[in-house]
């Protein structure tokens, strides 16, 4: 559940704190007031793409912050801070064009919001009716709605489509390498054999230019090493020094014994030193000048570089080159049996592939009939009267199967019993669309765990009878559901438990510059807000009219 949503510098909005709660709530207010503005401010949060156009004027950056609840989905509480059962979410957009995103206080970016808060909350704008209206989505939303059943299979479609790719890529490069010349399999060859000669390691070019400096300066580091050992351990030197130092203090603690403290930290800065020094030796004893090992080392260094410049550009390089001419020269000589081998793999990817691709298909024309069936009843209670659904399946060409399987679906509708059923986009008008919209949201909505469903505008062009059925149907959705709305209908927005009044004010100080504002409404500020949006009035009839809407909705 959304719970706090903090505003400031975005749009019209100044600093804008909102406390949401469980139930239905409504965002109303004249056309061009910003209640638009607060769903783009919520779309930041879920990972929406930003424009620093949406900067307040006069403002260097726009920041939106959120915080959810997250007791009602599992996807909620694996994100949660465990102490405290809630998701924090902050993001900065600046006028330069960066984002600063921060989850549960720690730096995180849009994608990770697009993935994890995107997946806790459902937006519906006023153009999903063009989603609606794409039958390339169709698919996806029986998948959605059926995903108990159609879960696992999907899965083990989208796995065994996997193999098949794979299967098929192998086969194709062993085809690719018995297609090539001989010349160049000689070839191949012959640069595998000089490669497997010098037989470079990962690195190796590397190891060696940071060993040089070593080996050409070993004397030098040999002298500085002793004179680091005098320092530590000769006459006169830092550990004798402390020896005396420990020494002294132990008898003047026989006398005081708050030198103890002072004593034992000059001891374990004699035991630090000591360490050094043991390390000091160490090092010392493992240092050998030896030209011969200075010029083995630039020799190997010389050939590595020349390999590299040979069948590189770089040492790296060259290794995967080896990796390929293995399997190049394994191929020539293994030809038939490596042929036979990945073409059989190639037809057992196929076949399982074909298989999961039928369980999934076999099982989404099962589930399509209750879905069907589901969405009648939705549209039924938007008013729509008798409508009819349908979802039309094909089988593609196995060359045409995509990640969503070997399946193209097209929901139909059907306006009335008698008529055929056809492509919304052909029959459709734009406040049946509306209405099927929202039956579809509304079956949806109830076979998921999104926890947060967010309409604009859904009820556009429509009014009367049909507006009181929307508002129920969303009202009823609020059962399981926080549900935002923002809505033009006071049929609508009779059904709300919550209700927040958004509206253009100007400044004290400055009359031109105006502001978006969103207040919380008590129960008369509602029942005068309705009258307003009943009639564009608050007279004493339009204000019985509000109250007898709203005493309707709540029976």
């Known amino acids: 559940m959304l719970r706090d949503l903090h505003i400031q510098d975005f749009a019209l909005i100044d600093d804008l704190w909102l406390e949401f709660g469980p139930g239905l709530t409504v965002l109303t207010g004249e056309t061009g007031a910003g209640k638009t503005v607060l769903l783009s401010a919520l779309g930041l949060i879920m990972g929406q793409r930003g424009d620093s156009g949406q900067i307040a004027v006069g403002a260097d950056k726009a920041k939106v912050e959120a915080v959810f609840d997250a007791a009602e989905t599992n996807a909620a509480a694996e994100l949660a801070e465990s102490d405290q059962g809630e998701i924090t979410v902050s993001r900065t957009m600046g006028s330069n064009g960066r984002t600063r995103v921060l989850l549960n206080g720690d730096l995180s970016s849009v994608g990770a919001l697009q993935k994890q808060i995107g997946a806790l909350i459902d937006l519906h704008g006023q153009h999903d009716h063009q989603a609606l209206l794409s039958q390339a989505r169709h698919i996806e939303y029986l998948d959605r709605w059926a995903q108990a059943e159609i879960a696992s299979l999907y899965a083990s479609y989208v796995a065994a489509r996997k193999n098949w790719q794979q299967a098929q890529e192998d086969l194709q490069q062993i085809e690719d390498m018995l297609a090539r010349s001989i010349e160049e399999r000689d070839a191949g060859q012959i640069a595998l054999a000089e490669i497997e000669r010098i037989d470079p390691q990962p690195g190796e070019d590397d190891e060696l230019r940071a060993k040089l400096p070593t080996l050409q300066n070993s004397e030098r580091i040999a002298d500085l090493m002793r004179q680091a050992q005098d320092s530590l351990r000769g006459e006169q030197a830092a550990l004798e020094s402390l020896y005396d130092l420990d020494s002294t203090l132990e008898q003047v603690a026989t006398f005081d014994k708050s030198v103890q403290d002072l004593q034992g930290s000059a001891r374990e800065a004699r035991h630090v030193l000591e360490g050094i020094a043991d390390a000091v030796s160490e090092y010392a004893a493992g240092i050998e000048h030896d030209p011969r090992a200075l010029e083995a080392a630039f020799e190997r260094l010389s050939t590595l570089e020349s390999l590299a410049k040979r069948y590189g550009p770089t040492l790296d390089a060259v290794i995967a080159r080896r990796e390929r001419l293995l399997t190049l020269v394994d191929v020539a000589e293994n030809s038939d049996e490596r042929l036979f081998d990945a073409r059989d793999a190639e037809k057992a990817a196929r076949t399982t592939l074909i298989d999961a691709a039928g369980a999934l298909s076999a099982a989404r024309r099962t589930a399509a009939k209750d879905f069907i069936e589901q969405l009648s009843a939705a549209a039924t209670d938007l008013e729509l009267g008798k409508v009819r ?30 008529v055929p059923a056809r492509p919304l986009a052909k029959i459709a008008s734009g406040g049946e669309i509306s209405r099927v919209m929202l039956a579809l949201k509304s079956v949806l909505g109830e076979a998921d765990n999104t926890g947060i469903l967010i309409f604009d505008e859904v009820d556009a062009g429509i009014g009367g009878a049909t507006g009181l059925a929307i508002g129920a149907k969303l009202k009823n959705l609020a059962q399981t559901h926080q549900v935002i709305v923002v809505t033009h209908l006071a049929q609508v927005a009779a059904y709300a438990d919550a209700h927040f009044l958004v509206s253009k004010e100007s400044a004290e100080d400055n009359p031109d510059a105006v502001k978006t504002a969103v207040i919380p409404l008590s129960n008369e500020q509602r029942t005068i807000e309705i009258a307003r949006m009943l009639s564009g009035s608050d007279s004493e009839t339009a204000l019985t009219h509000a109250k007898e809407l709203l005493q309707s909705a709540r029976t």
């Open 389 to 418: 659904f349908d979802i039309d399946f094909k089988e593609l060409p196995f060359e045409q199967w995509t990640a969503n399987g070997s399946d193209k679906a097209e929901i139909l509708y059907a306006p009335a019993p008698a």
